[in-house]
């Protein structure tokens, strides 16, 4: 599922499509904000030295992991090891 959002956002190319990477702990968080098949911006806490896009300040108006992840309705959980 690496690139599963990239492609997701090429079948559907006029919608906003989030790909999110995290740590279990959520220290480690990136959100990258895709339409047709490309990379608009990104979001990373803690912020990266080069970033791959241009740096997003919020997702959809939210600021910290626990928040995006609430905002773009996936539980938290989902990065957590069992």
């Known amino acids: 599922m690496n690139f599963a959002?990239?492609?997701l956002s090429e079948c559907f190319p006029h919608a906003t499509v989030y790909g999110v990477t995290?740590?279990?702990t959520l220290e480690e968080f990136s959100t990258t904000v895709?339409?047709?098949g490309?990379?608009?911006e990104e979001f990373s806490h803690p912020?990266?030295?080069f970033p791959s896009f241009p740096v997003a300040?919020?997702?959809k108006g939210e600021r910290t992991p626990e928040r995006i992840l609430g905002?773009?309705?996936i539980p938290a959980e989902w990065f957590q090891n069992e």
């Open 5 to 7: 959002h990239i492609t």
């Open 22 to 24: 995290a740590s279990p």
């Open 34 to 36: 895709i339409k047709g």
């Open 38 to 40: 490309e990379g608009i």
């Open 47 to 49: 912020p990266q030295a």
């Open 57 to 59: 300040s919020n997702i």
């Open 71 to 73: 905002a773009l309705g």
